[in-house]
């Protein structure tokens, strides 16, 4: 079975939503793929809440992609990001932010069912988990110029935890040792395999899953059983 | 024995080799310490030459610290980072984009010896090897504002293999699968034990550390020797 995934332009909610409707009721879609921020604005932002409503309901999986151009300089003496920087670290950088911008928006308590997968093994995030988990835990704890003393008690749980609810694919480019530390944080059940071809080798990400060691189970949960849970289809 | 490492202010260059000099000279520091950027310029930038030139001759260690604010904002939208993101997430960034910007300027070219220590274990380059290695073997073959074609043959090795010569601390807020994958990506004569207390607690980093079934030579590694090597001093 195949399955098909509606890219959304967000730039007019109003429109989008019929849009998403039409692809997932008309079309069979099975799921959505928005980009990290919408003409500059956060994926938190109260505007785009229908669409998370709407997706938590139809309990279908959004695709959340990164969106920076090398116009996002890295330097302030330069106009540009140099050497492709800007997708080879600032994407999974713009990841990593709207990860932890959805999660302490309190996404996850209202929608504790959502499906978001991430690109790229979850960005930054496993290689920085205790940076997130006991490094943010001052939030609200120190000066800044905006109050966030009611962030972390907003959540009923450990910040933290709420990144294991995202989902990460395998599209690393082959590298093991990311992808053994994205199969560790996620675990195998929150772990969809990917690629990025034709950018990146197909053959050289299963090379590397087939290093990890892993059950037959939990290879089978990656390369198939996720996304077929992710929307509810079967690709027997 | 205690040693003292200077911290450099490269805003006038010319001033600071003066005070590197005296520093290490007169003063007996056993490195320095600079950050990421010079007001806005990178590391790479020609004018720093003589810092890096300097400091492979005295053959001590140069750290590398992020320095981004929440000035730096995530959004167009948005005139800060917000939720203290811009150090969780931004400072690895910082340092993964300065350590790609000296390696394709060819630093470890022209100073294969020279020590440089990257903070929280080599930033996003562990995780993201293979986004480096295979992912960036592209530059210069697509079309792009600038003409990167002679960047990677410029080097005579893979360029991924540069990365590895810097040196990544372990300052990792006590992150077991961060330290697992840094300490796999740099090998354990190039990860310095270190703590960034009183900001992370120092036993969290220990027991990390001892999670991680190293050799007592390997931990011995870590602790002190590769310190002892980087300013060529003993602790004994």
Same sequence: chains 1, 2.
Wanted: aromatic share 12%; with cysteine.
């Amino acid at each position: 079975m195949l399955a098909i995934v509606a890219a959304l332009s967000l730039n007019n909610l109003e429109a989008a939503m019929e849009e998403l409707n039409c692809a997932i009721k008309d079309l069979g879609a099975r799921g959505i793929q928005v980009f990290t921020n919408v003409n500059g604005r956060p994926l938190d932002d109260p505007q785009f809440e229908p669409l998370f409503e709407a997706m938590a309901a139809y309990d279908l999986p959004i695709w959340m992609h990164p969106a920076r151009t090398a116009d996002t300089s890295d330097y302030e003496s330069e106009p540009q990001s140099r050497f492709e920087l800007w997708w080879c670290f600032g994407w999974p950088y713009d990841t990593s932010i709207a990860m932890a911008r959805l999660v302490f928006s309190g996404l996850f308590e209202r929608y504790p069912s959502i499906k978001i997968l991430t690109h790229h093994l979850g960005g930054m995030i496993p290689y920085f988990d205790e940076r997130i988990g006991a490094g943010l835990a001052v939030l609200g704890s120190r000066t800044t110029d905006e109050d966030y003393s009611e962030v972390l008690s907003s959540l009923k749980r450990p910040h933290l935890e709420y990144f294991k609810m995202f989902f990460g694919d395998t599209a690393m480019f082959g590298g093991v040792i990311g992808l053994k530390s994205g199969v560790e944080f996620f675990g195998c059940d929150h772990v969809v395999f990917s690629t990025d071809a034709p950018f990146a080798p197909i053959e050289k990400t299963i090379a590397a899953l087939e290093q990890l060691e892993l059950t037959d189970a939990d290879k089978k949960q990656i390369y198939r059983r996720n996304a077929e849970k992710l929307m509810n289809i079967s690709f027997d």
